[in-house]
């Protein structure tokens, strides 16, 4: 059975940092390009960040550049998004997503940025 399980949400003063983690089962974590999503209200998902398998090639959106890390640990089954520096329109509901051909969703993380 497929599952991405996010983890690390919650709520963080403008400013502040998170760290997401997204633990997978059920597949080759290895041979997935993993990407972290956001969806705020009333707005579509959009991209934060992606690496590949190998973590040799990572992207990210303007809109975080500087401020959002993304990272895996193989070994782990694992992917990461330290945010730092955060911003309220950073409030959103945080996806992760595998895909090799297959694309697979987490359930979500809700974060909120706010003073």
């Known amino acids: 059975q497929v599952q991405l399980v996010e983890s690390g949400g919650g709520l963080v003063q403008p400013g502040g940092s998170l760290n997401l983690s997204c633990t997978a089962s059920?597949?080759?974590?290895?041979?997935?390009?993993m990407s972290w999503y956001r969806q705020a209200p009333g707005k579509e998902r959009e991209l934060v960040a992606l690496v590949t398998s190998s973590g040799g090639y990572i992207n990210y959106a303007g809109f975080v550049k500087g401020r959002f890390t993304i990272s895996r640990d193989n070994a782990k089954n694992t992917v990461y998004l330290q945010m730092n520096n955060l911003k309220p329109e950073d409030t959103a509901v945080y996806y992760c997503?595998?895909?090799?051909?297959?694309?697979?969703w987490g359930q979500g993380t809700q974060v909120t940025v706010s003073s």
């Open positions: 059920g597949f080759t974590f290895s041979n997935y390009l």
């Open positions: 997503k595998a895909e090799w051909g297959t694309a697979y």
